[in-house]
């Protein structure tokens, strides 16, 4: 049994937050983990200035997950050294040797086989959907069988497509250490829906007792 399963509380993590108000209602909803962005072909991109705005608002809230497609070491502690992370995701082709700089519990790794579950030091992994040539946040669900298989195999937050209308089954039928939600709560593309936040939050919660 994978440390998901054995773990009732169910991570929630806002991704691609771009406005301090959304990170306030994520914070509010109940989030445990905010996601910022810094891949530059995202449309969920933040600057640093804007990255620090939204830690400050929410300091001692949520952990700040730093997001990253190949971006190298030095643009990795330049966001490091500019605002307090407390996790960095790697979502692009990074190597297990890319990872080793980081411990275990200071870094997720995104990927989306199973053959690369266990491959990297990550404590948690990103389990997302396989989409030819995007590193993600399509919308795209992951299978629900290749879910199930990877939070058997490893402590896995799953990533792709949910909603809150959707979220509750996925956690009752995959028992995933985490989930991870951008476009599914948004009224448009970079911006949250406030209702749509809470109610992803809340499925969650009611699910994972069940």
């Known amino acids: 049994m ?4 054995a773990s009732a509380h169910v991570l929630v993590k806002i991704c ?6 959304d990170a306030v209602a ?5 989030a445990d983990a905010i996601g910022l962005n810094f891949w530059p072909g995202s ?11 939204i830690v400050a608002a929410v300091r001692g809230g949520p952990r700040i997950v730093a997001v990253f497609v190949d971006a190298g070491d030095a643009r990795i502690d330049e966001v490091r050294t500019a605002i307090p ?20 519990d200071e870094h997720y790794k995104a990927v989306r086989t199973l053959d690369e579950l266990g491959l990297y ?19 795209v669900a992951v299978d629900g069988a290749l879910a199930r298989q990877a939070t058997r195999r490893a402590s896995v937050i799953l ?15 995959a028992r995933p250490y985490g989930v991870d939600v951008a ?18 939050v809340r499925a969650v919660r009611e699910a994972e007792a069940a």
């Open 183 to 200: 476009s599914g709560v948004e009224e448009r593309q970079g911006i949250k829906d406030r209702a749509r936040l809470a109610a992803f």
């Open 43 to 53: 449309p969920r991109c933040v600057t640093l200035e804007r990255a620090a705005e």
């Open 26 to 30: 994520a914070a509010r909803s109940g």
């Open 121 to 139: 030091r990550c404590r948690h992994y990103v389990f997302d959907a396989a989409v030819p040539g995007l590193p993600g946040g399509t919308g």
């Open 85 to 104: 992370v407390d996790v960095v995701q790697l979502h692009g082709h990074e190597s297990p040797a890319d990872c080793e700089r980081f411990g275990p």
């Open 159 to 173: 990533a792709g497509g949910l909603r809150p209308e959707t979220v509750a089954a996925v956690v009752r039928d």
């Open 16 to 21: 691609g937050i771009t406005r301090v108000a």
């Open 2 to 5: 994978s440390s998901a399963a």
